[in-house]
């Protein structure tokens, strides 16, 4: 049995503004620094054996974070990177509106079948998350009850959680990721529980922080 601490990275600058980042190699903005130091002060693991991340640097830093508590590095995986939106990235939604209608409409409605110039699908992405997810289960496979933390990002989340619920890419969008929200799952035998999604109970706690750093 091993437990996976599901997190997306922290708060961006361009999440602020609603840009599509994906590949994009955004850094966290100090909103997001600050998330991710909460979520280390009341992390739902008491214990840690492993913390593996995207490469990109929202999701490394935000690892780096929680690594530095349980005094382990960061594995990065470009695995874990976030999906390739092509010609998207950089634009804010009310742009794709205007330039690519059709799309944009799929994006919500029909993720499945969304096809962006230059892009990957969300099936390629949860392709390549799940081998990722596969080589990190495998890797602690001999020890007893490892509990390990893995730091990527919103649609990569999802697309995780939908494959290990055997729920369709086409509903996505109903499975909320927020900005250092955590997902538990638990995984026996190659059968998956999820015991925990999206929670930001650590956000609750800001005024105590204070008082950690």
């Not at 599901?6 to 602020?16: D, E, K, P, Q, S």
């Not at 590095?73 to 010609?87: A, H, S, Y």
């Not at 409409?105 to 969300?122: G, H, M, Y």
């Amino acid at each position: 049995m091993i437990k996976i601490m599901l997190v997306r990275h922290g708060v961006t600058a361009w999440n602020g503004t609603g840009k599509i980042q994906g590949h994009s190699n955004t850094e966290l903005a100090p909103d997001g620094i600050h998330q991710a130091r909460l979520l280390s002060v009341y992390c739902p693991f008491h214990e840690v054996d492993a913390i593996y991340s995207s490469d990109l640097l929202r999701a490394e830093a935000t690892a780096k974070i929680l690594a530095n508590k349980f005094r382990l590095k960061v594995q990065t995986m470009p695995e874990l990177r976030e999906t390739n939106f092509g010609d998207w990235e950089g634009k804010v939604l009310r742009e794709i509106a205007e330039s690519d209608p059709q799309n944009f409409e799929k994006f919500f409605k029909q993720p499945d079948r969304l096809k962006i110039a230059n892009a990957e699908t969300f099936l390629d992405t949860q392709r390549r998350a799940m081998i990722a997810l596969k080589k990190i289960i495998a890797a602690h496979q001999e020890q007893e009850n490892p509990q390990v933390i893995v730091v990527a990002h919103g649609a990569i989340n999802r697309v995780i959680l939908c494959s290990v619920l055997e729920i369709p890419i086409r509903r996505m969008w109903s499975i909320s990721q927020f900005n250092t929200g955590v997902n538990i799952l638990r995984e026996d035998d190659g059968h998956f529980t999820v015991e925990l999604v999206n929670s930001t109970a650590h956000l609750g706690q800001e005024i105590k922080l204070r008082d950690q750093f």
